[in-house]
């Protein structure tokens, strides 16, 4: 396994927007898990993004759902919802296994706002040192490149084309989906495209063998991409309920290589040096 921990690329300004938002991240998630256990599961399913939310805010009907991809608490709120609706009292008791769930309709605009909300949480302290690490590693450079307002709209966008990406790919999903990792994959394709041969030390851990090495950016990142479609192939023919969003990576990936050119400012001329002949005066 390769582990990044410093690159040779110095920036020429403070990285205030990487900073920020990974302060934002560390604040949500002491916010969020200081809580009790079941008012985190809330919280992740209400602000993470589920795609079967957005599938029944479209098609405007309620779906049900085997309850045993939720946690207790959110199949209690459910089952609350649900008993409180007009339509959804003793007809629906009787007719539905004590084992489902119902998804009704939510307004499209508060399942859409999940879609930039899931990219603030986080579902556990390795994952949120994990994203944030590579971000710090990777984003800083971004940003110094694009420049603060620029990079905070690529950060944004992309994690949206990551989010939509995996609902594309898993439209009945209602498992939650948190995390930066969509945003943050967008800032690695970005570095792969502005500097492929910038050195990466990394740590190369195999068992217990444990030594640096430095590698260009471009072999650690293509390695990294390749791991997901890896992912992508193994995941093939399962239920779509998994612990990473394969999909959301490489869209996300993919949107950094392509959203850069459309952002990024012209490179600053370079001084021309004029040389003086004395002999001529």
Excluded at 25 to 45: A, H, M, S, Y
Excluded at 200 to 211: K, M, N, Q
Excluded at 236 to 265: C, K
Aim: glycine content about 8%; charged content about 15%; hydrophobic content about 50%.
């Amino acid at each position: 396994m390769l582990f990044p921990y410093h690159d040779e690329n110095p920036t020429r300004r403070f990285p205030w927007v990487t900073v920020i938002l990974i302060a934002i991240n560390v604040w949500c998630f002491i916010g969020v898990f200081r809580k009790p256990e079941e008012d985190v599961e809330r919280t992740l399913f209400r602000y993470g993004f589920v795609p079967l939310r957005l599938t029944v805010a479209f098609t405007g009907k309620p779906v049900l759902v085997d309850s045993k991809y939720l946690p207790a608490a959110v199949i209690t709120d459910l089952q609350k919802e649900s008993s409180d609706r007009l339509f959804a009292t003793s007809w629906f008791q009787r007719r539905v296994p004590s084992s489902y769930v119902r998804f009704d309709p939510e307004p499209l605009l508060s399942v859409l706002w999940s879609m930039i909300t899931c990219m603030f949480l986080h579902g556990g302290v390795g994952h949120l040192l994990g994203n944030m690490w590579f971000f710090w590693l990777f984003g800083n450079n971004v940003e110094d490149r694009l420049g603060p307002l620029r990079f905070l709209i690529f950060y944004l966008a992309a994690g949206l084309i990551a989010s939509l990406a995996h609902y594309v790919f898993n439209p009945l999903s209602p498992i939650p989906t948190v995390g930066a990792s969509g945003a943050i994959s967008a800032t690695m394709g970005a570095y792969l495209v502005v500097w492929p041969t910038a050195r990466v030390w990394c740590l190369f851990i195999l068992g217990f063998f444990i030594t640096r090495v430095a590698v260009p950016a471009w072999t650690l990142l293509v390695f990294w991409f390749m791991e997901q479609i890896l992912g992508v192939l193994a995941s093939i023919g399962g239920t779509g309920i998994g612990g990473v969003a394969w999909w959301a990576h490489i869209a996300g990936f993919l949107s950094g290589i392509f959203l850069l050119p459309f952002l990024a400012p012209p490179p600053e001329p370079r001084k021309k040096v004029v040389y003086v002949n004395e002999e001529f005066f």
